[in-house]
């Protein structure tokens, strides 16, 4: 089975600062990648994903991630922070597991804005 | 426009009882997808289903049950309410079909339901 780790729980930053959240996986195929984030009370959104082809993705709001296979890393990037990207981050993994296709979680990095 | 709700998102009921969640989406999605969410662990995979008719144990199935009559409704059922089980619980749909469907295409989250076992 695969798993995603995101080694930080959590990250403070200063508005307009640049951000990484880092997110790790293991899995023995291509990955199937995915940056979710969830405001207070919100569900998940979607932010971005990478399925093949070019390593860097761009994605909504700014951000951006970059594949590294070498380094089972998926790394989430942004060069300016603004107060409203204060918010709960997820990495995930769509896996083949059987017969089931679906997402496994990271358990999230939760990042706050300095004013 | 389409969209996925939940209800109710705020809910607190006694150990022992059976609660129902909803979940209904409006993207004709074929899968659906219930997760729980807890500090320190993410969002983790309850049950699934592949469309009518059609569902399937995830990671922490047990003391829960599903059920698909129609595309639109996935209710998630706790048979008896344990205080393990209190956590946030989100819905999720996906499109697709065949084997790769669930991983390449994009999941549409409710905004969860607050579960208190108490």
């Known amino acids: 089975a695969q798993s995603v780790t995101q080694p930080d729980i959590h990250i403070t930053v200063s508005e307009g600062a640049s951000l990484e959240l880092r997110c790790n996986y293991s899995?023995?195929?291509?990955?199937?990648l995915f940056w979710y984030v969830q405001s207070p009370g919100q569900g998940l959104q979607l932010l971005l994903k990478?399925?093949?082809?070019?390593?860097l993705v761009q994605g909504i709001k700014g951000f951006e991630a970059e594949f590294k296979r070498s380094q089972s890393s998926f790394n989430l990037r942004k060069p300016s922070v603004h107060w409203s990207d204060a918010a709960e981050y997820f990495c995930?993994?769509?896996?083949?597991?059987?017969?089931?296709?679906?997402?496994?979680f990271g358990s999230g990095t939760q990042l706050t804005v300095l004013p | 426009d389409a969209e996925i709700t939940q209800s109710p998102r705020h809910k607190i009921t006694e150990t022992g009882r059976q609660v129902t969640l909803a979940c209904h989406q409006t993207w004709n999605h074929n899968n659906m997808f219930w997760y729980r969410q807890d500090l320190g662990h993410g969002l983790r995979l309850i049950h699934y289903?592949?469309?009518?008719?059609?569902?399937n144990k995830g990671e922490v199935s047990d003391g829960y049950s599903v059920s698909r009559s129609n595309t639109e409704d996935l209710p998630l059922t706790l048979e008896s309410a344990a205080s393990s089980q209190t956590s946030v619980y989100f819905c999720?749909?996906?499109?697709?079909?065949?084997?790769?469907?669930?991983?390449?295409?994009?999941?549409?989250f409710g905004q969860g339901t607050r579960l208190t076992v108490v």
């Open positions: 999720a749909s996906s499109e697709g079909t065949g084997p790769r469907l669930g991983m390449n295409t994009e999941a549409f």
């Open positions: 995930a993994v769509g896996e083949l597991w059987g017969s089931a296709r679906q997402l496994t």
């Open positions: 289903s592949y469309g009518v008719q059609d569902t």
């Open positions: 990478y399925f093949s082809g070019d390593t």
């Open positions: 899995y023995g195929a291509t990955p199937y």
